[in-house]
């Protein structure tokens, strides 16, 4: 098939209305994946939203307990270097109609006391504490503004590929079944037409 030029056959028309209606399935299958993503996506917006409010709220207390802490004990630098850097995160992925986006857990708990009860009090615990919420909602947001933005480079793709079916490649298979049905059924018209002339010159 060469520039889309193809012999008028009966097997070639065959050929071209079975790839025609692979060509619509999978425009149908891609059409329903695109929507199933946007919906997902629009999901995950509103829900990363909410979280961005909380981390608002979070902070907000986070800052104060802080404040109250430097108040009541001085800066507490010396007891902030004692809390580890945090390595319980774990990062896997799950698959949203082939889209791989992932899944971001926070393992550490807020229950360990790492610097002590001497020279410290509850403010310093409730800083901490606060901080650590901080800490998981940060974790939960990161893990919605990826998945957002790798199902929003999943959508593009599924619509560029819906895109060259629907305007493309099932146009240029309906306009080859035209033409060859009319280059067929003309072929038909003009062998009926010798059989009907040999037919009368037998007689």
Do not use: C, W
Request: glycine residues 4%; positive net charge.
């Amino acid at each position: 098939m060469a520039d889309g030029q193809v012999f008028a056959t009966k097997g070639n028309l065959i050929s071209i209305k079975k790839s025609l209606r692979l060509a619509q399935t999978g425009f149908e299958l891609l059409d329903r994946k695109n929507n199933i993503l946007i919906r997902e996506t629009m999901s995950l917006i509103d829900e990363a939203n909410v979280i961005q409010s909380s981390i608002d709220a979070a902070y907000s207390k986070a800052y104060k307990a802080l404040m109250a802490a430097n108040v009541t004990l001085g800066i507490v630098d010396d007891a902030a270097a004692l809390v580890p850097i945090e390595t319980g995160l774990q990062i896997d992925f799950r698959s949203v109609m082939g889209v791989e986006v992932p899944t971001v857990r926070l393992n550490s708990t807020v229950g360990e006391n790492y610097y002590g009860y001497l020279n410290t009090s509850t403010a310093l615990d409730e800083a901490y504490a606060a901080f650590h919420e901080v800490k998981r909602l940060t974790v939960k947001l990161t893990e919605i503004e990826n998945s957002v933005y790798r199902l929003a480079n999943g959508i593009k793709k599924t619509q560029k590929r819906a895109n060259a079916l629907k305007n493309i490649i099932i146009p240029r298979f309906t306009e080859q079944i035209k033409t060859i049905t009319e280059a067929l059924e003309e072929k038909e018209r003009e062998e009926f037409s010798r059989m009907k002339v040999i037919k009368n010159n037998v007689k």
